[in-house]
């Protein structure tokens, strides 16, 4: 038996309210910004992710281990280029260090890298 249906993943940043509506868009989930110290975004089978304002926040750096970045998402996409284009126009920037050929690395809003991924 199950413990839990999903866990619940909570990012520190600057700004939870921008966050969640990048990663909202990206994933098509709903945002809920009613508190603007703690956003969440929540999709349709339940599954959220909730991000928390930390004042004086500093973005983890990737790939030096100086600011480890504890966690990052691999988000699952079709299309590679298309999916690309689409998280950079929401204000993802590609990380100049792109180790796979698979996946492509990026940071969000916050400086939080995440994965774009193929099957």
């Not at 199950?2 to 098509?28: E, H, K, Q, T």
């Not at 260090?97 to 969000?108: N, S």
Request: proline share 9%; charged share 20%; glycine share 8%.
């Amino acid at each position: 038996m199950a413990i839990a249906r999903f866990p619940s993943f909570v990012l520190d940043c600057p700004d939870p309210v921008a966050l969640a509506r990048f990663y909202g868009a990206l994933l098509d989930w709903k945002v809920d910004d009613s508190d603007p110290g703690w956003t969440d975004i929540r999709a349709e089978n339940g599954n959220c992710i909730s991000f928390q304002r930390v004042d004086g926040y500093a973005p983890p750096v990737w790939p030096g281990q100086e600011k480890p970045q504890q966690l990052h998402l691999d988000v699952i996409v079709d299309d590679l280029d298309e999916a690309e284009t689409a998280v950079l126009g929401l204000g993802a920037v590609k990380h100049e260090h792109q180790p796979g050929t698979t996946f492509r690395v990026f940071l969000d809003p916050a400086g939080h890298p995440f994965c774009l991924c193929v099957n």
